[in-house]
């Protein structure tokens, strides 16, 4: 930028702003587009805002009366379109003024409704772009801009030529109107050498069929081979068409979402929000993916593609789709790249959410098929939408599957089984104890993945006669059988050495009968009981002084993790008689390790010190007695 000389405008004048173009191209480049391929999708986007200006000059020219011709041979790039084309004042207007558009209402100047511009102007909302800084994305492969129009505002209006360069300068001259016979606009380029990979005519083409597939007037491209011209967007939108039969409709619609997202959709959806002019589908992926990453959908406005990772289009849970729209009244940013936050938007998510609950509420009710297999590959998303949708927790909660100890199976069969359910609050409990509360006829489910819990306390507002409590120890160890009391106090030494042993791990012992029999130990291992080990540790460190007196009330009423030695396993029934306080001694610590393995949690290191002494112990204590 730089500033107007002082000389020619006195202390306290008012003053304008000198604009430096290459920088402010460059600042385009780097941190508005994305690439330098927009060039092509701004000069369409003025293309087709031209003739939607043509046709609110003429509405009732027939449709396809206007179009626009792209054109690319290597050494030029040539957009011409029959829209509504510009007077010389408007030339100095909007082409040379940065930031004013002729799709604005502030770009109209006051004579103009007596020649045509109050109703263009009414019809703002018309248009794509909105902002007056499409044509400066040329610079971003040009450095000079040649526009030739002719208004169809004025019968018999002159031809203007305007020049732009990247220097900042530009000329304007009236020419004849046989130099453009017909009203409209063109736009010519000749690439910069740096250019090439974004203006060769294959690439040309590709780009315009990339941004312009679903654009609503005709556009076709011409190489400069002489053939005839070939057609960008020969068929309108695959929802705008008519089919003979629904069936051939949703297998058209299907192979369109497969040929946008390169995978055959477990389903397709039909979109349409006629309050906002937004048609199209959302492909329902064939599998899973990860809880809460978020795919990017494929939006046009008024035909223009506007972005392939609009995310904000639909909320955050659903991920199980991604979607191709096409919409109205959606506002661009300036990039054009990215969809304005506002209400309009606010209100289409909304909708576009009810549009996919309403989806699984047909399938629940009408296509059990359907319904088994977008729940076995996406039941993590409906269980994320259940936890805040009490409409699809009723309708679907019974249907989806949980991890349980009568294996992977839906609520509903579970529920018919076990009156009362209990739940577990992390996996590592639920691994702790599954094999035996299915073997005493407990229903557990395992509550520790994401929803999971949550969504089993509410079974019973769909199941009203089942019952729900979270599971603990003290529930567990409830349903162990105890041994009779002669058995008890013979084990009773054997007892309190294996208490001694695994008292550095605050661990209590106790001796049970449960199936199955070939489980000898059962460590019940609460993340109380955990927490309490470590405020047990901290304890030890700070031992004397209030500190270490506050943190060892604390361990006496803490929970402790229990070992249960089930008297059925031959193994636990030989060891309980050992009299060699040693041999009793490591026989405890083994047990508790191989208890602690089964549990499938991590180990810490003295656990697995622990283990391992153990193991050399016993083989040394063998090796001995066989000698």
């Known amino acids: 930028m730089t500033l107007p000389d002082t000389a020619a405008n006195p202390a306290g004048a008012d003053r304008t702003f000198q604009v430096d173009l290459r920088g ?3 600042l385009l480049s780097h941190h508005l587009y994305s690439s330098p391929r927009v060039y092509l999708r701004e000069l369409l986007q003025n293309a087709v805002d031209a003739l939607t200006a043509r ?11 206007f179009g626009i011709r792209l054109y690319a041979d290597g050494s030029a790039v040539r957009v011409e379109d029959d829209g509504v084309g510009l007077t010389e004042a408007d030339v100095h207007t909007f082409l040379a003024t940065i930031g004013r558009s002729s799709k604005r209402a502030v770009g109209v100047p006051p004579d103009e409704p007596i020649r045509g511009w ?20 040329c610079f971003l492969v040009a450095d000079e801009i040649h526009v030739l129009s002719r208004s169809a505002r004025t019968p018999g209006a002159p031809a203007v030529e305007w020049r732009g360069r990247g220097d900042g300068s530009y000329t304007v001259r009236t020419l004849p109107a046989s130099a453009r016979p017909r009203p409209g606009t063109t736009v010519t380029l000749t690439p910069r050498a740096d250019a090439g990979e974004w203006t060769r005519p294959a690439q040309v083409h590709a780009l315009a069929r990339h941004f312009g597939s679903l654009l609503r007037h005709p556009v076709t491209f011409d190489d400069g081979t002489g053939g005839p011209g070939t057609p960008v967007n020969p068929e309108p939108a ?8 629904p069936g051939s409709r949703s297998r058209a619609l299907a192979a369109y979402g497969e040929e946008v997202f390169g995978f055959t959709p477990l389903d397709t959806i039909e979109l349409d929000l006629p309050a906002v002019g937004l048609k199209g589908i959302a492909c329902v992926l064939p599998e899973a993916v990860p809880a809460g990453r978020r795919h990017g959908h494929r939006v046009h406005v008024k035909g223009m593609l506007l972005s392939e990772q609009a995310e904000e289009i639909l909320p955050d849970w659903a991920f199980f789709v991604r979607c191709v729209v096409d919409a109205e009244s959606l506002r661009p940013t300036a990039s054009r790249e990215a969809l304005y936050e506002d209400d309009t938007l606010a209100a289409v998510r909304e909708a576009l959410a009810e549009k996919l609950r309403a989806w699984i509420a047909r399938a629940a009710a009408s296509d059990p098929d359907l319904l088994g297999r977008f729940l076995r590959t996406h039941h993590l998303a409906v269980k994320s939408l259940a936890v805040h949708d009490d409409e699809i927790l009723r309708m679907l909660l019974p249907w989806l ?18 009156r009362t359910v209990l739940v577990t609050s992390s996996v590592e409990e639920f691994r702790q104890v599954a094999a035996i509360a299915s073997a005493a006829g407990l229903g557990v489910v395992n509550g520790g993945y994401t929803y999971d819990r949550e969504l089993v306390h509410r079974l019973p507002e769909i199941r009203p006669e089942v019952s729900v409590a979270d599971l603990d120890p003290a529930t567990l160890t409830a349903h162990l059988d105890p041994v009779d009391r002669e058995t008890e106090l013979a084990a009773a030494a054997y007892l309190a050495r294996a208490r001694d042993a695994l008292a550095v791990f605050d661990c209590d012992v106790a001796l049970r009968t449960f199936h199955p029999a070939s489980a000898p ?13 470590t405020r047990s540790q901290l304890a030890r460190e700070q031992e004397g002084g209030l500190w270490g007196d506050i943190l060892g009330a604390l361990r006496q009423e803490a929970p402790r993790a229990q070992l249960i030695l089930n008297q059925l396993n031959p193994l636990v029934r030989t060891a309980v008689t050992i009299d060699e306080p040693e041999l009793a001694r490591t026989s405890a610590e083994a047990l508790y390790g ?9 180990l810490r290191p003295a656990e697995s010190s622990l283990i391992n002494r153990s193991f050399l112990d016993l083989l040394a204590h063998a090796l001995r007695k066989d000698s």
């Open 521 to 533: 130990a059962l460590l019940i291992d609460s993340r109380e009981a955990r927490h309490e080990r």
């Open 401 to 418: 599957p949980f991890e349980t100890t009568d294996g992977h199976t839906t609520l509903d069969e579970f529920a018919r089984t076990h």
């Open 594 to 602: 191989q208890a602690a393995l089964l549990s499938r949690r991590p």
């Open 55 to 65: 046709h609110g000059l003429e509405p009732d020219a027939p449709t396809g009366a």
């Open 118 to 137: 109050g109703r263009i102007a009414e019809q703002r909302g018309d248009f794509i772009g909105q902002f007056g800084i499409g044509l400066l994305s």
């Open 238 to 245: 695959p929802w705008a068409r008519t089919y003979p039969t």
């Open 24 to 26: 402010l191209v460059d």
